[in-house]
């Protein structure tokens, strides 16, 4: 079974940086994601990445700003988020897909997720 733990939340003001990281366990299968979910809202997909072969899809809100990538001998998956707006907060989630649907952010394709971690953006 799939195990994922995140890490680097905290808070940055508008326009800074922040870099999130995921630590898996187990076989994290075709797919590797961040989610996030801001207080009141659903969770939406913020990016995807195929496990093996690196190709990466993003979220028109987020697309040029984050940038996720993956280290498949280390096990772990970054999103670096660059450029952040009050519009970026929220809790994110690592996540890991079975299914070969990569370039779907939807949650559902998803069955192994991490707790989560914060991110706040203000000034």
């Known amino acids: 079974q799939v195990q994922l733990e995140e890490s680097g939340g905290g808070s940055a003001e508008p326009g800074g940086s922040l870099r999130l990281s995921c630590k898996a366990s187990g076989d994290t299968g075709y797919c590797l994601a961040w989610f996030r979910q801001a207080p009141g809202k659903g969770r939406e997909g913020v990016a995807t990445?195929?496990?093996?072969?690196?190709?990466?899809y993003y979220a028109d809100s987020v697309k040029g700003r984050f940038t996720v990538s993956r280290d498949n001998a280390k096990n772990t998956l970054d999103l670096q988020m660059s450029h952040l707006t009050p519009g970026d907060t929220a809790t994110y989630y690592c996540?890991?897909?079975?299914?070969?649907?990569?370039?779907?952010?939807?949650?559902?394709?998803?069955?192994?997720w991490g707790q989560g971690t914060q991110v706040m953006v203000a000034a």
């Open positions: 996540a890991s897909s079975p299914a070969p649907m990569c370039f779907d952010l939807s949650p559902q394709n998803y069955n192994a």
């Open positions: 990445i195929w496990t093996h072969s690196g190709s990466a």
